[in-house]
């Protein structure tokens, strides 16, 4: 019996020493071709991007991060090499409660990063593909206005400001038609609020009404409320 009272008290010990994980991002990931270099984890909070976690690598380039969420939101991973070049070194991704992987190479980090485990950053992904085309577009149309016959450039920027703003106006129509046909994706509220924010109202607090209540409550959707209110 007293062995037994013994074992039970262990596997108590232990039950109660395990990290309850429940609203955990677990974070892990490796940088291939790394050899040195610092790992930290980031977030936006009160409009100030700052380190929550950091790792120093060394020898190879795995890593892992457990940080609590109540809610998906945006996170970066930013990668110190200490090459005084800060330059293409941080990776974005819309991060969740459960296990996210992140694979990608020391030199290409953000171009070459593939993110998996999170459904918010598959959405996310998707929708900066579509928009990564109306930012294509506007270049290429402000690329039109360069030529040295100064009567023919006139006519190219009043032709070019046309095709330009209906280029801006099909990308508004994205965004408000991507945000108001998924009320359930927590992407929906953060992408109203860095992308639509100058929108007509109206259409804003449609897509806030339109919200589900879990993505309502969320750290975005509680935001749009706010920003809705001030503009009243």
Known sequence: MKKIA???????????????????MIVKGDIAGLKKGTLYLQR??????????????????NFEFIYDIDSPEIFYLFLDKADNNDVNDRITFFGEQGEISVATNWNTI?????????????????FNQMLSRFNMRELSLAQLTITDDTEAQQEKIDSVNQLLN???????????????????SYVTPYVALTEAANANPKYLDSIYNALTPKVASSKYGKQLKKYLAELK
Not at 44 to 61: A, E, K, W
Not at 110 to 126: F, L, M, P, W
């Open 6 to 24: 013994v074992l039970i008290t262990v596997m108590l010990t232990i039950t109660a020493c395990k990290k309850d994980l429940s609203k955990s």
């Open 44 to 61: 936006v909070q009160d409009s100030t991007l700052v380190n929550i976690d950091s790792v120093q690598l060394r020898g190879d380039g």
């Open 110 to 126: 953000d171009t070459e990063a593939k993110v998996s485990g999170s459904n918010s950053h598959d959405t996310y992904t998707q």
């Open 166 to 184: 209906k280029n801006l106006l099909r990308r508004y129509q994205y965004v408000l038609n991507f945000a108001l046909t998924k009320p359930d």
